[in-house]
């Protein structure tokens, strides 16, 4: 049906350009004389296709104009959910709460968002006097009036009013404090009307340039992630019994810094932060809530003293968990229950920093009453759209944020990946930036509510390594644990062996273990500080079994693996009182990945050209030699190693170890 097709391709449109559309808000819909397609609830106008719409029948939805229904807001909103419900001719899908006022308006198409130069003008002071210098008479402006069937009957009104006055229909209505409804015949009359009514408002378009995230970020924000946790963990009023671990699931929190000039504008004095103090509209509420801390001392000790204060008086007080934090020198920062929900907050509520910004034009902000607020807190069908935006992924990392270096292909990759499915939050850290960067598109295609990022890192260089922990940091709060991974392997004896090589092979496995170490550990100390004794972080070394046995022509690599354990037990003791486990994984030979199966320069063509397999003639015979050795006969996977990671996380009694997952070529004595 072409006029569907057309309404997929306007929603389409808007939908993913953030100045018109954030977090999925607005509705659209199309019309003909008995029936009315709209976007269902839990659809993002971006991506919708028909089944995002729900149909419903227009001669039932007329009852909700001629219904008398009932005083009590909470009887009176039920009945009109109920009236929706019968009206759908599709069942299963949630109308949108506009559903109602798509149907009154007199055109076919209708195109309701919440662009941030409308609502720079629908929030501010001067709302009806500049609209209608603006815009003409023929303006129609509501004010604010609480979403559902009173703001449907507001408008309703609006309309015949507007038919009686001009004798025409209206094609725009401005709501206060809300968005904007653009009404035509044909999709390309909406997009002219909504080119005309963004250019006419973006006279003054905002300045925003970007800034660089200060260093202090990393001294900060994990002390604040956990403080947040621990709030996490008393609301929800879970023990500890030895046997679950309450930093597991909802209780691990991310969060997320932006910073930029806008953002610094709000952060840099209190009198800056009281603009956005408020929310402006609902969506503002049922994605960031509506209140939030502002934190202003200078020093990284201070900032974490005030926030140790201000979060559980918060809690205390409004009986959640705040989404933002207002950091002085730091940024906006987002708090949620996953990397998802953090993209979702960063989004809204810089968008009402913009707005508060553009409101300056008309007389400075207006943020909605605590009356306002209120009914939005409390309404049925924003407790849903929470529900539905929330999110979730579900598994043994959950929310956890790991960082695996040498993960943009090979071995690395594939314990990353087996890590992301499992939930957790994935930093890619490698030298090579173009694979890397392709393997974290394909991770975030496989994400749910969890996120991957690539960061660039020499883990031989340490000011490369303290950049990876402060990347990781603004993106994520915190690293709960830590995956060094990053590897090389030169084969070759004695005589075979150059200086040049030996020292590139032990400054990658030896040294820069310890670099690695170094830096991160002052992260996770500083989490473990602010945390309960129930939460440890994790330092994972990805050894091999050649650090359990000597190699034959190998022996730079057998080395410095070697040396890795003794630095695994050493580190070890010095972190346990921190509740920071540190342990080696030594696996056998992965003989499917790159490292050994390389037709130019893998493992296999390696040994086979240094004679370490007598008799082998060919890469083949190179393969058999090994596998025999296995009594498994199988090669160690990513999944294999995965698995043992996971289980070095979730156990809290041991630390120093080193784990074998050989097939049982190599055994404990």
């Known amino acids: 049906m072409k006029q569907i097709e057309d309404l997929i391709e306007v929603s389409q449109f808007y939908g993913k350009d953030s100045r018109f559309v954030i977090a999925g808000g607005g509705n659209t819909s199309y019309k003909n004389a008995d029936k009315l397609w709209v976007k269902a609830s839990g659809s993002a106008l971006a991506t919708i296709t028909e089944d995002g719409f729900a149909v419903l029948s227009r001669a039932k939805l007329q009852v909700l104009s001629e219904r008398q229904y009932s005083d009590n807001t909470a009887e009176r909103e039920a009945q009109v959910k109920d009236d929706l419900a019968a009206a759908c001719i599709t069942k299963g899908k949630r109308p949108s709460v506009e559903t109602s006022m798509h149907n009154v308006i007199g055109y076919a198409y209708v195109v309701h968002l919440h662009p941030t130069a409308v609502n720079g003008l629908m929030c501010s002071q001067n709302a009806e006097a500049d609209l209608l210098k603006l815009f003409g008479e023929k303006a129609l402006y509501v004010p604010y009036t609480d979403p559902g069937y009173t703001l449907f009957k507001k408008v309703e009104d ?9 004798r025409e229909e209206p094609k725009v209505i401005w709501l206060q404090n809300h968005g904007i409804f653009v009404a035509a015949d044909t999709i390309q009359e909406i997009y002219a009307q909504y080119d005309a009514i963004i250019a006419k408002l973006s006279a003054k378009p905002l300045e925003i340039e970007p800034r660089e995230t200060c260093s202090c970020t990393e001294q900060v924000l994990p002390a604040i992630r956990m403080i947040l946790c621990n709030e996490a963990i008393a609301q929800s009023a879970q023990t500890y019994q030895g046997i679950r671990n309450p930093y597991s699931g909802s209780n691990l929190k991310t969060l997320k810094v932006r910073k930029n000039s806008l953002v610094k504008s709000f952060y840099d004095s209190a009198e800056g932060f009281a603009k956005v103090s408020r929310p402006f509209t609902p969506d503002g509420i049922v994605y960031c809530k ?69 409101a300056e034009q008309f007389g400075g902000p207006h943020p909605m009453t605590q009356a306002q607020i209120d009914f939005i807190d409390n309404w049925e069908v924003e407790n849903y759209r929470r529900s539905v935006a929330a999110g979730g992924a579900a598994g043994r990392a959950e929310n956890k944020t790991i960082v695996v270096t040498g993960a943009a292909q090979g071995f690395g990759e594939g314990i990353a990946r087996c890590l992301l499915l499992e939930g957790a939050n994935i930093v890619v850290a490698d030298l090579n930036e173009t694979v890397g960067q392709e393997t974290v598109d394909r991770f975030n295609a496989m994400c749910k509510s969890n996120r991957a990022i690539f960061v660039k890192t020499n883990v031989s260089d340490i000011p490369s390594i303290e950049n990876l922990v402060h990347e990781t940091v603004c993106n994520f709060g915190a690293i709960d644990a830590f995956v060094s991974n990053a590897g090389v392997l030169r084969a070759g004896g004695l005589q075979d062996m150059t200086p040049e090589n030996f020292d590139f092979v032990t400054k990658i496995n030896y040294y820069a273990y310890f670099y690695c170490c170094k830096v991160v550990s002052r992260v996770m100390k500083l989490q473990t500080a602010y945390s ?13 079994k050649s650090g359990l046995r000597g190699s034959k022509a190998n022996f730079a690599y057998a080395g410095g693996k070697f040396g890795g354990l003794g630095l695994t037990q050493s580190f070890a003791l010095e972190l346990a009182p921190n509740r920071v486990k540190v342990n080696s994984i030594c696996p056998g030979n992965f003989y499917d990945g790159p490292l050994w199966s390389n037709p130019v320069n893998g493992l296999f063509i390696q ?58 070529q190599v055994m404990l004595n």
């Open 158 to 166: 609006a309309i015949k009013a507007h038919r009686e006055k001009f």
């Open 290 to 358: 509506s209140n939030y801390i502002y934190i202003d001392a200078e020093e990284p000790e201070a900032k974490i003293a005030q926030a140790a204060e201000a979060i559980p008086a918060f809690v205390k007080r409004f009986g959640y968990l705040p989404k933002v934090l207002v950091i002085k020198g730091i940024g906006l920062v987002a708090v949620g229950d996953n990397a998802a929900q953090c993209d979702t907050v960063l989004d809204v509520f810089e968008d009402a920093m913009k707005i508060a910004a553009l």
């Open 532 to 544: 309960s004794e129930q939460y440890y972080a994790d330092i994972i070394q990805v050894n091999s």
């Open 607 to 664: 040994y086979l050209n240094a004679g370490k397999v007598p008799g082998a003639k060919n890469v083949q015979d190179v393969k058999d030699f090994y596998l025999a050795q296995v009594p498994m006969r199988k090669g160690c996977s990513p999944e294999d190693v995965c698995k043992g990671a996971l289980y070095l996380m979730e156990q809290l009694g041991e630390t120093g170890q080193a784990l074998p997952i050989t097939g049982g």
